[in-house]
């Protein structure tokens, strides 16, 4: 018996099962360490990624009769969400984009360094595409016109193919993928960690395997050290520094969702930015499809003086960006007073207590469109295969079953930011200070939490 | 001068991809026709109007198709005015339903229900900007691909090295980090 499995059967008798390192489950670490994996699970969704592309661009004008829209943003973009809250950035490892970068980089790749611009501003990059992107989706109806989603992967693939060619490893997936600042904040709120045995790791000769590869196959592709890794925003759970650990040193375990964000050493108002932007993109989601958007939007002309939607959705997405925004920064305001912490500080500390909210609110709102329109991606799969499609309700569960499990998933949003809030508050001040503390960020989630209540009452459209 | 070439092609290559990602981009969703009004007012809420039951026993449709389509090709896809059982799944619990619409593809201009008409608010491109615009995508990129490789054909064979992704123990390169 090796020393590291040694190892593995001792621990495996001491730990309890929850704590315990999923690596010493033979399923699991066999699957990990597999030189298929995770090849072959990029190869599916690959494969997946070209038919939905053929039919974005050539197939069916409309999209409720479009499998590759119905496959995108029925089926794929509800899950996200939850696959991160359940895999953490799993996602990103079978990402067709990801898969394309990896070959275009093991070809023709000349893999040079990251320019210090995109290490420097990366984030904010990351921020400002999901914005524009869902602005773009807005005023050009890119979700609901399978050539304008085309465009857009096309447009993603693009960016893709040149950052795989130009620089080394995965620079797209870490500094550029619109993605990846949202699965970084929800793959923090999950539950699967990725983490080094620190013991291990101080008496390491292998000479940085884990971020420089070695014989049994490459380092980290997200320019992670996983020997001081302490977040799992990055770690796109490709196993790579498993397969060329020779001392057996990662561990892979489940934690308690949220627990990373109690914890936050280094807090980036970048990250917090973005968390707080989520929120208001979800309400920007939710009150453009619902009814009365058209009396919003008739207000909207009426002040602006212009018919031009461009004008008016763009007032709209600026207030329900900026709403979020400054309540935070009032809430940061009042804290400063009692934790004596900077705005700033209170700001970008506090802004990743919002995660577990944005994630719910996200969540709900995908949920009404995988649970109301989920059929249509059979729908639309069946004349591809010369059947006629049945037709009928596209529905999964009815509106009542979707209504409680937005709810529901709303309250224990709230009740896990409100609990994060409080961590950090207690981390971060004195004993009769934490309260005070507390206090102005939990009535901002209360409130953000009630608004999402109050929009998730109203009957939404469809995408389809 | 080999160098600067690198240095050139590098920085310029650069430039040129930001660029063409712009140009892309604004052509690419030019390409797309815009909402003239509201694609949420227009699209996403007025195409539930015709079957949304406000509890009270009338219909409240406000689609100009008021009065049922035939539908050939699509079956028992209506245009949106198929009678819905008590325990519609898409009826909310304030009454409301969120039944989509299915288009029926083969007969120009009918309302889809979406408050588009196929062709007087044409979604797709014309075959011409259709083919432009692929045509420029695969250009570009086929184009980056060969400047890669030609980039890459250029590199010190240190830096080669390292570009197969795995360090080579054997070399110098050994435990440092790239």
Not at chain 1, 72 to 83: E, F, K, N, Q, R
């Amino acid at each position: 018996m090796s020393p590291v499995q040694l190892r593995e059967a001792v621990e495996k008798k001491s730990v309890p099962p929850l704590q315990r390192n999923l690596l010493h489950y033979p399923v699991v670490a066999a699957v990990l360490r597999s030189r298929w994996y995770p090849g072959i699970l990029q190869a599916i969704t690959i494969t997946f990624f070209g038919l939905i592309l053929f039919q974005l661009l050539v197939g069916p004008a409309m999209a409720h009769d479009n499998l590759g829209t119905a496959l995108t943003w029925v089926l794929w973009w509800p899950m996200i969400p939850i696959i991160f809250l359940f895999l953490g950035r799993f996602w990103c490892t079978i990402c067709p984009f990801g898969t394309i970068s990896d070959l275009v980089q093991k070809f023709v790749g000349s893999r040079r360094t990251v320019p210090k611009f995109l290490k420097r501003y990366g984030i904010w990059i990351i921020d400002a595409l999901f914005i524009l992107i869902t602005w773009s989706d807005h005023v050009w109806g890119i979700v609901e016109s399978p050539w304008g989603s085309g465009v857009l992967l096309l447009l993603l693939t693009t960016g893709v193919i040149v950052c795989g060619a130009l620089f080394e490893r995965r620079t797209w997936c870490r500094y550029l993928c619109f993605l990846g600042g949202l699965s970084g904040n929800y793959a923090r709120a999950g539950i699967l960690q990725l983490r080094t045995n620190p013991t291990i790791c101080a008496t390491c000769k292998s000479g940085a395997a884990c971020y420089n590869g070695n014989a049994n196959g490459p380092g980290c592709p997200m320019f992670e050290f996983p020997r001081m890794m302490q977040s799992s925003a990055r770690c796109n759970l490709c196993a790579a520094c498993i397969k060329v650990c020779p001392n057996g040193s990662p561990e892979l375990t489940v934690r308690m969702p949220t627990k990373e964000l109690w914890f936050i050493s280094k807090p980036k108002i970048e990250e917090a930015f973005l968390a707080v932007v989520i929120m208001g993109i979800v309400f920007v989601q939710n009150i453009t499809m619902l009814d009365v958007w058209k009396s919003i939007l008739k207000g909207l002309e009426h002040l602006s003086g212009t018919t031009n939607y461009a004008v008016t959705f763009t007032i709209t997405f600026v207030i329900a960006m900026l709403t979020p925004i400054l309540l935070l920064g009032l809430a940061a305001l009042t804290a400063k007073i009692f934790n004596h912490a900077s705005l700033l500080s209170n700001f970008a500390r506090f802004g990743y207590a919002l995660i577990p909210l944005d994630m719910a609110g996200h969540i709900a709102h995908n949920l009404f469109h995988l649970l109301a329109e989920g059929k249509a991606v059979f729908f639309t799969a069946l004349p591809l295969l010369g059947k006629s499609s049945p037709g009928g309700s596209t529905a999964l569960v009815s509106s009542p079953i979707i209504q409680v499990i937005q709810y529901t998933l709303i309250v224990l949003g709230v009740i896990a930011s409100l609990y994060t809030v409080y961590r950090i508050a207690r981390n971060q001040s004195s004993q009769q200070n934490t309260w005070l503390s507390f206090a102005p960020y939990a009535l901002l989630i209360l409130v953000l939490g009630a608004m999402n209540v109050f929009l998730f009452m109203l009957p939404m459209a469809m995408r389809m | 001068m080999k160098h600067l070439t690198r240095k050139l092609l590098g920085k310029g290559g650069m430039a040129l991809v930001v660029f063409s990602l712009v140009i892309g981009f604004i052509a690419g969703t030019n390409t797309i026709q815009p909402h003239p009004v509201a694609k949420a007012s227009v699209s996403r809420v007025s195409n539930q109007q015709p079957d949304r039951d406000q509890g009270d026993g009338d219909t409240h449709g406000s689609m100009p198709t008021a009065t049922p389509l035939p539908s050939p090709t699509i079956g028992s896809m209506d245009q949106g005015v198929l009678p819905h059982s008590e325990n519609d799944p898409h009826q909310s619990a304030s009454g409301h339903h969120h039944m989509p619409m299915p288009s029926d593809a083969t007969q120009p201009g009918l309302d889809s229900g979406h408050g588009e008409s196929n062709t007087a608010m044409g979604i797709s491109p014309d075959t011409r900007t259709r083919t432009i615009v692929l045509g420029s995508f695969a250009t570009f990129n086929g184009s980056m691909l060969v400047i890669a490789a030609f980039l890459k054909r250029r590199l010190p064979q240190r830096k080669r090295v390292l570009a197969r992704g795995k360090t080579n123990q054997n070399s110098s390169e050994k435990g440092n980090i790239v």
